[in-house]
């Protein structure tokens, strides 16, 4: 009937923070945001190469803001170049530029972020490059554990050294065996 492949599988989810190669899934969309009701990309991704092929990578928010176009053009101008959409083209609509996006590639960077609308960690994306030629490369990181995961522990952790606090101790020559 068919053979097990644990790489063919339903759900598959990327792990670990990392750099990855990715094509912009068709169910990504246009929006506009609740509270100002700016123009919004909603772009989802599905890894094509390495590891994690097959595993998705959803819910990059990406916000126009007419208030500040230099800032928003730049961020959808870097999304652009990374699908390889040449200069000079015009983009009249985020509707547009969602629709034109859907099936294209790129390499994207994430890394686990807080969420405070779900209180879980997810994968957040910081960076968009052209696809890597040497391929997907997760870099070990994987989803910290609760709310307070990002924070440095090692430094608010009090000691449980009996000794901590003590003077020293003098141990004459004659107390040892040799």
């Keep these: 009937l068919f053979v097990v492949d644990s790489q063919n599988v339903l759900g598959k ?23 100002k009701n700016k123009d919004m990309a909603t772009f989802n991704y599905e890894v094509i190469d390495g590891k994690y092929k097959g595993g998705k990578i959803l819910y990059n928010n990406v916000v126009w803001d007419n208030e500040d176009i230099e800032l928003s053009t730049k961020r ?7 699908i390889g959409v040449p200069d000079g083209t015009a983009i009249d609509s985020i509707q547009q530029l ?27 994306v910081k960076a968009y490059n052209k696809l890597d030629e040497e391929g997907s490369k997760p870099n070990g990181v ?4 609760g709310k307070e995961a990002n924070k440095n522990t090692f430094a608010q952790s009090h000691s449980n050294d009996p000794f901590a606090s003590s003077s020293t101790i003098d141990i004459s020559d004659d107390d040892f065996p040799f």
Excluded: C, M, Q
């Excluded at 969309?29 to 609740?34: G, H």
């Design 13 to 35: 989810s990327v792990k670990e923070a990392g750099s990855y190669n990715v094509k912009i899934l068709p169910d990504s969309e246009y929006k506009k945001t609740k509270e």
């Design 76 to 82: 959808f101008n870097t999304i652009l170049t990374a």
């Design 98 to 124: 969602v629709n034109a996006a859907k099936g294209k590639t790129l390499n994207i960077t994430v890394d686990w972020e807080h969420s405070d609308y779900n209180d879980r960690w997810n994968l957040s």
């Design 142 to 145: 994987e989803r910290p554990n």
